[in-house]
């Protein structure tokens, strides 16, 4: 695997907040304090690490439990949809109360792979924007080729605490919608595609307020890094990349999207320095 980025030469006014990477996956099992170690020193001050099932979402809470710079969000992604059952959505909710759990996600919609029935996609994330509400928790969405179903979903259920378009990739309009719901809008690799104009509009659009940014690894890996696996210390590719668009500064970009994922999360420790790692 080739070395991370070297680190910015502008250092950043607040540590970057990696709102969704996926650290409970196996392909860190062997180097995370390294993974950890490297993204400190990139000036990636926490990382929220997402679940996707009960297994990952178990192992997300042990993480942050064990490291400083670590949250947890615990939920069961789409493609899993049909084992969100009774006792299923009972474990989250247990789960959920968790020290340093600070959202539930990530749940949502794909109509891309549709690996569990399209049904039981919108049972599954219907019952989790439930569990949020009663949890008083933010919601971590994903939404592949199901943009205007998703909206719909959380324009009914009206999820008390909101939440986060999780690598978004609507239009500008689609992004609007979800902000006047009480979201925020995740900047991923994605945007660092030349080819990808699109989306780069929406996020030069979009209130700077409403932005965080995210890895979502160890896939995703932002332009320069495609093919190998992602970590956090990617993250200010992303990050500068969001700064070109909008033209403004790395430090004016890691201070506002920090600030906005504490916000979001509710956690004013995210955007904290300095980083300490447990052993």
């Known amino acids: 695997m080739a070395a991370p980025p070297e680190a910015p030469r502008e250092a950043p006014a607040a540590p970057l907040v990696d709102t969704h990477a996926h650290l409970n996956d196996r392909r860190f099992a062997h180097d995370l304090d390294a993974v950890l170690a490297r993204a400190a020193e990139h000036g990636v001050g926490a990382m929220v690490v997402a679940g996707y099932n009960l297994a990952t979402s178990r192992r997300a809470v042990e993480l942050a439990q064990r490291h400083d710079s670590l949250w947890a969000a615990v939920g069961i992604h789409p493609h899993d949809a049909t084992s969100a059952g009774r006792a299923a959505l009972a474990e989250l909710g247990r789960l959920a109360g968790q020290p340093k759990v600070v959202a539930i996600g990530e749940c949502g919609l794909d109509y891309y792979r549709n690996l569990s029935p399209r049904a039981a996609q919108v049972t599954a994330f219907t019952h989790q924007l439930r569990l949020a509400a009663r949890c008083g928790l933010p919601v971590v969405v994903h939404s ?8 719909r979903i959380l324009a009914a259920e009206q999820t008390p605490a909101g939440g986060v378009m999780h690598c978004f990739a609507g239009t500008t309009d689609e992004a609007l919608h979800a902000i006047d719901l009480g979201f925020y809008i995740s900047a991923a690799g994605s945007i ?8 780069a509009g929406v996020f030069a659009a979009i209130p700077t307020d409403r932005i965080v940014v995210e890895t979502d690894c160890p896939w995703l890996s932002p332009e320069g890094r495609r093919g190998q696996r992602n970590e956090p210390a990617y993250l200010p590719l992303v990050a500068g990349a969001l700064a070109r668009l909008r033209n403004q500064s790395l430090g004016a970009i890691a201070t506002l999207t920090s600030r906005n994922a504490t916000a979001l999360f509710r956690t004013a420790a995210l955007a904290t320095w300095p980083v300490k790692h447990a052993a």
């Open 144 to 151: 592949r080729d199901a943009m205007a179903e998703t909206l």
């Open 192 to 199: 660092t595609y030349p080819r990808n104009t699109a989306l």
